[in-house]
C-alpha cells in the first residue's frame, strides 16, 4: 500500500509535558525515521504513554514541538493530523460488523465507494470472509488485526500503537509481534510502539529508545543496547544483568582494568562507558558460564567462586543464583541443551565469562552491587 504524501521523520523537540509540580516528559528531542518500526520502551510512569498522546494530538505540550516532516502539527486537532491510533481496548463498535468498523473512517470523510479498500485491509490483515462477523465474535487476536485495518485504511502518515497487545494471552501476543512486523514492512509506513514489554520491544522494533523519568536513557538498535548498556537502570530493564561494583584501576594496552571485592578484572576499553573511578563491572545472566569448583576454567576466562542458593527449571534453561562470599547473588541461566552439569542448592561452584561480554558503567560512589536476588524471565520469555 503506497502513501499517499510523503510523511518526512516525525521530530519530538524539546518535548515538555507538566501536570502541576510533575513533570511527565521532560524537555525530550529524538528523531524516527520515516517508515521505521520504533518503540518506547518503559516502566509505567515513565513518560512513554504521554510522549504518545502528544504526538496524537490528545495531550497538548507544555512546551516544545511535534514535526512531520518540516510542519509542526502540535497546534493541529487530534482529527486533522495524518496520525492514526490503535489503542489497547480496540475500541471497535460492537453494532456495526466487521465491514463497516473498518470502513468507518472512509465513511466518516465522505467516501462513498469503499468496497475495494475495506477488503484491501482486511486481506492484509489476514481476515478475508470475516466482514459480516461482530467484535463479539472475534477472538482478541483477531479483534486487534480488525483494529489495524481500520487505522490503516485513512492512509495515516504515522500509525501509533499503544500498548496494543497487552490484552493478549502470550502465545497470541507471540504471533501478532511477526504479524505486525509484516504489516509495517508491507505498508511501509511509520509504526510508533509504546510498551513495557521489552520482548514486544526487541521482536519489532527497528530502533528502541528506553525511558526513565521522562527522558531518555539510551536510544538504538535492540541488539546494541542490550548488548552494551548506557547506565544501569537499562542493563536491569532490557533483559537482566549482574552488576559488581568495582573501581577501575588502570589500563592494559586495549583492556580497562577493574579491581573488585579484592579480585581483578579487565574489559575490552570499547565496552567501557567509564575508563575511572567507581564502577559496575556488567556480565548478562546467559554469557555466565557454571562449573564446578574443583573444575579448572577456560584460560582466558575471569571467574568468581559461590554457593548455588538456588535453581529454577524453566524448559529453555535453568536458572541458577550462585550467593558469593560478599553476600551478591549472581545470576546465571544455563542452555538446557542435555549436555550441561545439574547444579544442586548448596553446591559449590564457578562462574566464569569471557572477558569480552562484559562491560563496564559508570557508577556513584556510595552504590553497591546491583544484581538480581530472585529469578527473573531474560529477554524472551514474557510474564
Known amino acids: 500500500m503506497a502513501q499517499e504524501t510523503p510523511a518526512g521523520d516525525l521530530r519530538l523537540a524539546n518535548l515538555t509535558k507538566t501536570f502541576g509540580p510533575f513533570t511527565a516528559v521532560d524537555d525530550l528531542s529524538l528523531t524516527i525515521a520515516q517508515g521505521s518500526f520504533f518503540a518506547l520502551l518503559g516502566?509505567?510512569?515513565?513518560?512513554?504513554?504521554?510522549?504518545?498522546?502528544?504526538?496524537?494530538?490528545?495531550?497538548?505540550?507544555?512546551?516544545?514541538?511535534?514535526?512531520?516532516?518540516?510542519?509542526?502539527?502540535?497546534?493541529?486537532?487530534?482529527?486533522?493530523?495524518?496520525?492514526?491510533?490503535?489503542?489497547?481496548?480496540?475500541?471497535?463498535?460492537?453494532?456495526?460488523?466487521?465491514?463497516?468498523?473498518?470502513?468507518?473512517?472512509?465513511?466518516?470523510?465522505?467516501?462513498?465507494s469503499v468496497d475495494s479498500q475495506v477488503r484491501e485491509m482486511l486481506s492484509l490483515v489476514q481476515l478475508d470472509g470475516y466482514e459480516r462477523r461482530r467484535p463479539t465474535q472475534l477472538s482478541g487476536g483477531q479483534q486487534q488485526r480488525v483494529a489495524l485495518a481500520r487505522a490503516l485504511i485513512n492512509h495515516p502518515q504515522v500509525l501509533l500503537l499503544d500498548e496494543p497487545l497487552g490484552a493478549l494471552d502470550l502465545k497470541l501476543r507471540r504471533q501478532m509481534q511477526i504479524e505486525l512486523k509484516r504489516i509495517q514492512t508491507e505498508v511501509g509506513i511509520t509504526f510508533v510502539h509504546v510498551t513495557h514489554d521489552q520482548e514486544e520491544a526487541m521482536t519489532m522494533a527497528d530502533t528502541v529508545a528506553v525511558m526513565n523519568a521522562g527522558r531518555i536513557e539510551q536510544l538504538g538498535a535492540p541488539a546494541d543496547i542490550y548488548e552494551f548498556p548506557a547506565t544501569a537502570f537499562v542493563a536491569n530493564f532490557l533483559g537482566q544483568s549482574n552488576l559488581i561494583a568495582g573501581e577501575v584501576s588502570g589500563s592494559n594496552g586495549d583492556d580497562t582494568l577493574v579491581t573488585a571485592r579484592g579480585a581483578r578484572f579487565s574489559v575490552p576499553s570499547a565496552r567501557a562507558r567509564a575508563d575511572e573511578g567507581p564502577v559496575y563491572l556488567g556480565v548478562r545472566p546467559e554469557k555466565l558460564h557454571l562449573a564446578g569448583a574443583a573444575v579448572q576454567v577456560p584460560a582466558g576466562s575471569q571467574h568468581l567462586e559461590g554457593t548455588i542458593s538456588d535453581a529454577s527449571y524453566v524448559g529453555v534453561s535453568t536458572q541458577y543464583l550462585l550467593r558469593t562470599s560478599w553476600g551478591t547473588e549472581l545470576s546465571v541461566f544455563v542452555a538446557n541443551s542435555g549436555t550441561q552439569q545439574r547444579f544442586a542448592v548448596g553446591e559449590r561452584a564457578v562462574a566464569y565469562w569471557d572477558p569480552r561480554h562484559a562491560f563496564l558503567l559508570g557508577r556513584r560512589a556510595d552504590e553497591d552491587d546491583r544484581t538480581t536476588p530472585v529469578l527473573d524471565q531474560p529477554v524472551g520469555a514474557s510474564s
Do not use: W
Open 43 to 112: 516502566a509505567s510512569g515513565c513518560g512513554k504513554t504521554t510522549t504518545l498522546r502528544m504526538i496524537a494530538g490528545l495531550e497538548e505540550p507544555t512546551s516544545g514541538q511535534v514535526l512531520l516532516g518540516d510542519r509542526d502539527i502540535a497546534g493541529l486537532r487530534p482529527y486533522k493530523r495524518p496520525v492514526n491510533t490503535v489503542f489497547q481496548s480496540y475500541a471497535l463498535f460492537p453494532h456495526l460488523d466487521i465491514f463497516e468498523n473498518v470502513a468507518f473512517g472512509l465513511r466518516r470523510r465522505g467516501i462513498r
